[in-house]
């Protein structure tokens, strides 16, 4: 059984109320140093102290401040160095990243996650350590069919390196460590527009994967929770529902503490883990919420269910692979979103054209149906549809990238939920197919995968066509609902829900069946890698 145990302190259930509340490490600040201009002030509260640890000629050393400033100098290196890896995929989610990973293990290549941008799996930097390797690799897999294999080679010639100014001082360091006696920290970001964060716990600035840095924010798990159940479902939504949410943000939390283990973290604070704002805009029923649903996690067979949840789904929720790579949850799967029996799944499933034409037909009867992205219509014309995913191919060093126009878009293949699995692109130099959730990582326009393509044809300066001749196609309407994967809990059904008076766990197993609430342990197993089991 492939499950996996992640260090958590504190992790005893002999600590009592303390086992409930693990500290988790999030990256606030993913990749400082990716502009030469990053800056971050971080600050004590008024009356407080920061105290900075970090390590002078092996020796560890500490500083005391109010206030610090954390900037970037570029260092020229001695010589250009080559940079490169061997990208085995690339993905819009982890979720499809991670099945990538474990397929290409399978194969016998040992594979790492990253996210410089978006996914990718890479063949291990370690294993595949000089650019001869690399290469055979990457012609080896491309003669074994594997035509999206490339080797992104840089080669670079200065890097930023890292430095904080307190007292008066300037220091360059790679790590530093920053605690307050309160426990709150202020973090200040410029940009446009500048952004300012507090941070409950403690922070460290490490480097990362990339050659830049990371802002890790230590944090106890329901502190964390403060800084994500506000924004992930609002202080206004109803009390069952807030409750919902900060069972489902923490178990999530405590599943996916693997996303970031090349940088050495454990989750983002965006929305490719879940928001998280740190105690800025913290509400009081929220923490309510928080305090009430303290330590309770959703599991099934004492492992931590994989508690997907999105804004709005249309009025059918979706299985796990309906949108991503991977095999099902059992408790993942295609739920009719009302309480009315407004449509039967299995009598009518959504797989075939007419079907999702009359089910995105219908706007009343939802629990969602008051929401403005519950239905939808948005266009694209071909030249950008062309543009998007010229862009997209050549990212990936894929063989159509110099295709120059977009002929025809072809729905080839629904799932029961009606979301298009297949999505295929005729180009003037061959036919592209788009899989899953990388067809709204290519399309402007549709905010899901549940939608059917309205052709778009060019007027005529009369208004008529002419006889015998083919009108002019010039792009797509994109007709259709929801808002996000709508895979799990959709949020804004959850709030009719809990206006009709259903409580938390019936909300929970309305969206999961066959799941189970219980207090987080130390017998839970946190994921268990389903291709091993």
Known sequence: MGGIAIALTPWSVAQGQAAQNPIIEVGVVQRFGENQGDGLTIEALAGEQLTLTFSTHGQ??????????????????????????????THRSFESAEHSAQEWRQRGIDPEIAQPDGWEVWANREVYATPLVRRLLVNDLRDQGFAEVFLDSRVISQVPKAFFE??????????????????????????SPPVTRLYGGSLRLQPN???????????????????????EIGPGAPMPAIEAQAILARTYALRNLRRF??????LCADTQCQVYWGLGGTATNTDQAIRATQGQVLTYEDELVDALYSSTTGGVTAAFSDVWNGPDRPYLRSVVDSVQGVWNLNQFPLNNEDSIRAFLALDEGFNEDTWRLFRWRYESGLAEIAQDLKGYLGRRQHPLAHLTQVLELRVAERATSGRVQVLEIETDVGVVSLEKDEIVRVMAAPRSLLFYLEPIYAETSDGNSSPGVAPQLTGY?????????????????????????????????????????????????????????
């Open 209 to 231: 994967t990339y050659g830049t840095y990371t802002l890790v924010n230590d944090v106890p798990i329901e502190t964390y929770l403060r800084g994500v159940v506000p924004h």
């Open 261 to 266: 283990e090349i940088d050495d973290y454990q």
């Open 166 to 191: 307190a007292n008066g001082y300037r220091y360059h360091r790679e790590t530093l460590d920053i605690r307050a006696s309160s426990g709150r920290i202020r973090v200040h970001k410029g940009g």
């Open 60 to 89: 560890t050393q500490t500083v005391t401040t109010p206030k610090l400033v954390l900037g970037l100098v570029p260092e020229a290196l001695p010589e250009a160095q080559l940079r490169e890896r061997v990208v085995l995929s």
């Open 477 to 533: 309407g994109f007709v259709g609902g929801g808002w996000g994967h709508g895979v799990g809990m959709s949020q804004t059904g959850s709030y009719r829900l809990g206006n009709l008076g259903w409580s938390h766990d019936r909300i929970l197993h309305f969206y999961y069946p066959g799941t189970t609430l219980q207090p987080f342990n130390n017998a839970l197993t946190l994921w268990r890698d389903p291709l091993q089991d």
